[in-house]
């Protein structure tokens, strides 16, 4: 495991509803992000904390809301989502930016179904 | 725009055969290049990595990258495949400065049949 864990694994939610995914990560990290996996497209930077401070908004829709109470701890708030939000919604962590080639620890991921 | 192209959306290979993936990319500078790997209902795992030096690079499981300068590529090898290996491989690059973003390729499925 990568020390970066996500919770639900699955979740399938109607357009109406209003759910959190959660990220922990227990690397001592600073850096953490939200990524949305599609099929057949690259992965899509959402969002980007450093330090608990968002550093990156990717022109996300504001139907995700992004917290990180900790470096630690990320959540995505999920409400009214469409259908085509459906997708693996992946969080990862990295240590602070200023190391510029540190790679990422990537959480298994939330498979997110939109009915 | 920077971008990052995976041209096979598959590769087969046999067992025991060498195989390779392509990565080239669009990118201003010298960019750091990465590969990870996903395997089925999991994360992205780190592969490795190119900072500097040698444009050869060792990582994980055996596998092994090359980077071509004036190709602009990263193509991920190794020299004999197992079945385990089938997964899907994603190509990343990040430019050298603080503002820079790690960018994804859109993947190529490795199906390595025995």
């Known amino acids: 495991e990568t020390g970066v864990t996500q919770t639900p694994r699955h979740l399938v939610m109607g357009m109406t509803n209003k759910k959190s995914l959660k990220c922990e990560q227990h690397?001592?990290?600073?850096?953490m992000y939200w990524y949305k996996q599609s099929a057949k497209k690259p992965l899509e930077l959402m969002f980007v904390?450093?330090?608990?401070?968002?550093?990156e908004n990717n022109s996300v829709p504001s139907r995700f809301s992004p917290e990180c109470p900790n470096s630690s701890h990320l959540f995505l708030h999920l409400h009214t989502l469409q259908p085509e939000d459906s997708a693996l919604y992946l969080c990862?962590?990295?240590?602070?930016?200023?190391?510029?080639?540190?790679?990422?620890?990537f959480g298994p991921g939330t498979r997110l179904t939109v009915l | 725009a920077q971008s990052v192209a995976q041209p096979e959306d598959q590769v087969n290979v046999a067992e025991g055969n060498p195989l390779t993936v392509k990565c080239t990319y669009s990118?201003?500078?010298?960019?750091?290049l990465f590969w990870y790997v996903q395997y089925p209902n999991r994360g992205l795992q780190f592969l490795l990595k190119y900072i500097t030096g040698d444009n050869l690079v060792k990582g994980s499981y055996g596998f092994e990258a090359e980077f071509n300068k004036s190709q602009t590529s990263f193509h991920l090898k190794k020299p004999s495949a197992l079945v385990s290996d089938s997964a899907l491989y994603f190509c990343a690059v990040k430019e050298r400065s603080n503002t820079g973003k790690l960018i994804f390729g859109q993947g190529t499925t490795l199906q390595v049949k025995p």
């Open positions: 990862a962590s990295s240590p602070p930016e200023g190391g510029l080639w540190n790679e990422q620890f």
């Open positions: 904390y450093n330090f608990k401070e968002q550093t």
């Open positions: 690397l001592g990290h600073n850096a």
């Open positions: 990118v201003s500078g010298n960019p750091y």
